[in-house]
């Protein structure tokens, strides 16, 4: 079935760990996202990829990183985990980010709890 | 600053009809789009509008009043499977979706 895969769906974590979540896409999308939501907020970007190889800073980059080594995987990295980042973290993927309806299709989401 | 607004809840019976209303401050605008999720899962795409007018799919209809900055969603012949969070998100003129905070509609019988 296309779209993309998260893991973990949850996951509970002591403040100060590192902690990668994996997001995995088969529709050969170029433009990749993380997005952050919490409640009362509206979901926001985190980090983006317009492109394999390349990666740009979203409106709430701090404390985290990704890469981009193909054009499926697309890693978001906590290094040092800390309460605040506490939510429910979505990965989502675009044909393009620069043109046109820009639709996202989104993971299932993970839900990241720092202690 | 950029901004959207949308209500935070609102209640509907089954069978009526619904209108939820998003208003937008951004820098430059590139298309309005709205989202449907359900509670603990991801959001799906439900329409998208860059021009002025009505758009109709099925029950549901988007509009666009681009020199007002309004948009809405209309769900008509409402369902309990419509019970879900509507998110507004707009497009500005580096293709970048700015996001409302979502507007969680409960569905009575």
């Known amino acids: 079935i296309a779209g993309i895969t998260q893991a973990p769906t949850s996951q509970i974590l002591a403040a100060g760990r590192r902690m990668t979540l994996r997001c995995t896409q088969d529709m050969r999308h170029n433009a990749m996202y993380w997005y952050r939501q919490d409640l009362g907020l509206g979901l926001r970007l985190i980090h983006y990829?317009?492109?394999?190889?390349?990666?740009g800073k979203g409106e709430v980059p701090d404390g985290y990183s990704v890469s981009r080594a193909n054009t499926d995987d697309f890693p978001l990295t906590l290094a040092s985990a800390v309460p605040s980042q506490t939510s429910v973290y979505f990965c989502?993927?675009?044909?393009?980010?620069?043109?046109?309806?820009?639709?996202?299709?989104f993971g299932a989401g993970s839900r990241l709890t720092v202690l | 600053g950029q901004n959207i607004d949308q209500p935070t809840e609102m209640t509907a019976t089954e069978g009526a009809i619904v209108q939820i209303n998003c208003t937008y401050q951004?820098?430059?605008?590139?298309?309005l789009f709205w989202y449907q999720q359900h509670a603990g899962e991801a959001p799906t795409f439900l329409s998208y509008?860059?021009l002025d007018g009505l758009e109709e799919k099925g029950r549901f209809s988007s509009f666009l009043s681009r020199s007002k900055g309004y948009s809405y969603l209309l769900l008509k012949e409402l369902q309990m499977k419509d019970s879900a969070s509507y998110l507004c998100a707009v497009q500005d003129s580096n293709y970048q979706l700015i996001w409302g905070a979502g507007t969680k509609l409960i569905i009575k019988p």
């Open positions: 990829s317009n492109t394999a190889g390349t990666t």
């Open positions: 509008n860059v």
């Open positions: 989502a993927s675009s044909d393009s980010r620069s043109s046109g309806a820009n639709v996202l299709t």
């Open positions: 951004t820098s430059g605008f590139n298309g």
